[in-house]
């Protein structure tokens, strides 16, 4: 029997489309399960706000009468008039080893995307630069981690086969944490810090970091701007965000750095890993599934680091230095012992700098792949 692939209309065939993965990467040890309703959330276009200018569709695949792929296609109006290209994503991309079904797959998106007027097709992608994105190419033998895609080495292949090249690449790399932090490193940020007039957010916990939320976005936003793949956001893609990973912040790991007007001149986040966590709460945060999560709050093996950003007049001035410090002191304090970026453009030199000064190896690299349909 052939691929007979069908587009995703009810929240049964939805929900359905995002347990596939639980099932296909059942037996691996590498995947970092998402959350079943965080998915649910972002895909539903009754509580994702980027819907007010996306539109999606999405498609499972079936063989022999069971689910063999799953994909999605998304047009982002707000990326195609900041950019000014006629490109469609596809996202949220799995597929058993066969080619007749990664091949239907994303012949649904192209058709799909053509019949939209678009003139090339993207991806792995989400509906915003805070969605996970990037194919893995490289360390498929490595920790998957939760903001981050993991896939099984055929998939790159099989898109090669289907006519899809690289468009940009990022990197990923493991940094052991130093064993203490030297006294003259800290004597020089507490100079910094002072002559700056600057000082760090003293959070004991995530509703103090509350007030400082929109000076949060206004750093993103600067920071990002020109970043590939990334658009503008909403109010209201602000504020499903913050509910979403606000809550979960651990003032341990992320560091805000206030001026003296009390407004954020730089940001910091970083998270334990929660992929073991994931892996044992199955995608649900309840009956106990926070109970892992709380475990992994408390006794850390390894830090994931999310993002940063600086206002550009603070740049080149030792502000990342102390924010880098300040994460690595709690995870001294902690008995880390390595923090895993997450995905860094190739080209992206400023932000590689960072990791010369520490001990460090580039093992992940995930790549965007696009073609042309026209």
Wanted: proline share 5%.
């Amino acid at each position: 029997m052939g691929v007979i692939i069908r587009e995703v209309t009810t929240l049964s065939e939805l929900k359905k489309f995002v347990g596939f993965p639980f099932r296909l990467y059942k037996n691996n040890n590498y995947w970092a399960p998402p959350f079943i309703s965080d998915e649910l959330k972002t895909l539903k276009k009754e509580t994702n706000p980027a819907f007010e200018y996306c539109k999606s569709k999405y498609w499972l695949a079936y063989k022999d009468g069971k689910i063999a792929g799953r994909i999605a296609g998304i047009l982002n109006d707000a990326l195609i008039e900041k950019w000014g290209v006629k490109k469609a994503r596809f996202g949220w991309i799995d597929f058993i080893d066969d080619e007749e079904v990664s091949s239907a797959l994303l012949a649904a998106v192209e058709k799909w995307a053509a019949e939209n007027g678009m003139e090339a097709v993207e991806g792995p992608m989400g509906f915003t630069d805070l969605d996970e994105e990037g194919m893995l190419v490289e360390g498929f033998d490595e920790q998957g981690t939760y903001p981050m895609i993991y896939n099984y080495p055929y998939y790159p292949e099989h898109l090669k086969k289907l006519g899809y090249e690289k468009e940009v690449d990022w990197l990923e790399f493991e940094i052991k944490v130093p064993a203490e932090i030297p006294e003259k490193i800290s004597r020089i940020n507490d100079l910094i810090l002072k002559r700056s007039k600057l000082r760090l957010l003293d959070a004991k916990s995530s509703k103090d970091y509350k007030p400082y939320i929109p000076g949060f976005w206004e750093i993103i936003e600067e920071a990002y701007e020109n970043v590939f793949g990334t658009v503008p956001l909403t109010q209201k893609q602000k504020d499903f965000y913050t509910a979403q990973y606000f809550g979960f912040i651990i003032p341990d790991y992320t560091k805000f750095i206030l001026d003296e007007n009390d407004k954020v001149i730089a940001v910091g986040v970083a998270f334990p890993s929660f992929t073991a966590a994931l892996r044992k709460a199955k995608g649900r945060m309840f009956p106990f599934g926070a109970l892992h999560m709380l475990h992994a709050i408390r006794k850390p093996e390894k830090l994931d680091f999310y993002l940063i950003g600086i206002k550009k007049e603070y740049r080149g001035h030792g502000v990342i230095s102390i924010l880098m410090n300040e994460v690595n002191k709690s995870a001294i304090e902690h008995n880390v012992k390595f923090c895993e970026t997450s995905g860094e453009l190739e080209d992206n030199k400023a932000v590689q700098d960072m990791w010369k000064h520490y001990e460090h190896r580039q093992h992940k690299r995930r790549r965007c792949f696009i073609k042309n349909i026209v």
